[in-house]
T-cell receptor, first 116, second 112 residues
Framework: GAVVSQHPSWVICKSGTSVKIECRSL??????MFWYRQFPKQSLMLMAT?????????EQGVEKDKFLINHASLTLSTLTVTSAHPEDSSFYIC????????????FGPGTRLTVT | AQTVTQSQPEMSVQEAETVTLSCTYD???????LFWYKQPPSRQMILVIR??????QNATENRFSVNFQKAAKSFSLKISDSQLGDAAMYFC?????????FGTGTRLQVTL
């Protein structure tokens, strides 16, 4: 099946700094990617839809200036958490649908962010 | 907005037995997809089974099958011959167009 990778798998940063998370589709091209956030023992909440070559679409309540998304190529989307605070600590997951079949989404392994 | 409800926060099943996880959803759309995802301790999301709303036949994948009741907006997952490796969080999800909406999840424990 299709493979989606994320890097890093775990990151610790200090409050006030920024951290970038990469999401890559390894063996297929993805014009759209999705970013989710998952708190401990909770479900996945969609944060934004990343669109290659255009602006991301953010879900209601998600601060676009805080969670910067860049979809620079057909295989790479990045999520930058700017001026991170401890409440941004969470598990971030990306997913990408394979071309022509948007109902088949493949998920990355996730990134655990801890802000101290 | 679409909502997905999983009313069972935790379930337990003995190895080799059968368990059913419940899911209901709310939508006004007629064309959509439903999914069950498994999230083991590694937290990697794994697709278990998919159901297209326009199909009346319930989907099956080896030991996994669904009971899709479109009028009742119900989509339950049955796991037969449960194995220790089935222990995980299970999320029901709804998709219309491209966005997935997840339920709150059911933690499945498999005992010997």
């Amino acid at each position: 099946g299709a493979v989606v990778s994320q890097h890093p798998s775990w990151v610790i940063c200090k409050s006030g700094t920024s951290v970038k998370i990469e999401c890559r589709s390894l063996d297929f091209q993805a014009t759209t990617m999705f970013w989710y956030r998952q708190f401990p023992k909770q479900s996945l909440m969609l944060m934004a839809t990343s669109n290659e070559g255009s602006k991301a679409t953010y879900e209601q309540g998600v601060e676009k200036d805080k969670f910067l998304i860049n979809h620079a190529s057909l295989t790479l989307s990045t999520l930058t958490v700017t001026s991170a605070h401890p409440e941004d600590s969470s598990f971030y997951i990306c997913s990408a649908p394979t071309s022509g079949q948007l109902y088949e989404q493949y998920f990355g392994p996730g990134t655990r962010l801890t802000v101290t | 907005a679409q909502t997905v409800t999983q009313s069972q926060p935790e379930m337990s099943v003995q190895e080799a037995e059968t368990v059913t996880l419940s899911c209901t959803y709310d939508t006004s759309e007629s064309d959509y997809y439903l999914f069950w995802y498994k999230q083991p301790p590694s937290r990697q999301m794994i697709l278990v089974i998919r159901q297209e709303a326009y199909k009346q036949q319930n989907a099956t994948e080896n030991r996994f099958s669904v009971n899709f009741q479109k009028a009742a907006k119900s989509f339950s997952l049955k796991i037969s011959d449960s194995q220790l490796g089935d222990a995980a969080m299970y999320f029901c999800a709804y998709r219309s167009l491209s966005k997935l909406t997840f339920g709150t999840g059911t933690r499945l424990q498999v005992t010997l």
